[in-house]
């Protein structure tokens, strides 16, 4: 599966964004969907994740009541709507496909087989 990530660009503190992964090549719904982001001179982090039913949802607690991971296998598309940004959100963010996670390792880049591109987010204070 190829992934496509967009959506991303520059925000003020407080405003919000959308982003969208779109796959193709195989339908996305036999995937569990995954957000992570990439600050510059940091590890790439787990932001939230999707099971592919789109029944359990995960998040970091960092963006834990802000951002809302949904998917939509209609349209092959994941998206990640961020509310309340904070400077701190301001990284390079990732979509990410996994044919099968398990919760306790979920939050890990190594469960993940196929990567987007990323797009950048830039939130100014």
């Known amino acids: 599966v190829q992934l496509q990530a967009s959506g991303g660009g520059l925000v003020q503190a407080g405003g919000s964004l959308r982003l969208s992964c779109a796959a193709s090549g195989r339908t996305v719904s036999i995937y569990d969907m995954a957000w992570f982001r990439q600050a510059p001179g940091k590890e790439r982090e787990f932001v939230a994740a999707v099971r592919r039913s789109g029944g359990s949802t995960y998040y970091a607690d960092s963006v834990k009541g802000r951002f809302t991971i949904s998917r939509d296998n209609t349209k092959n598309t994941v998206y990640l709507q961020m509310r309340s940004l904070k400077p701190e959100d301001t990284a390079v963010y990732y979509c990410?496909?996994?044919?099968?996670?398990?919760?306790?390792?979920?939050?890990?880049?190594?469960?993940?087989?196929?990567w987007g591109q990323g797009t950048q987010v830039t939130v100014s204070s």
């Open positions: 990410a496909a996994a044919l099968r996670t398990i919760l306790t390792t979920i939050r890990f880049p190594s469960s993940y087989n196929y």
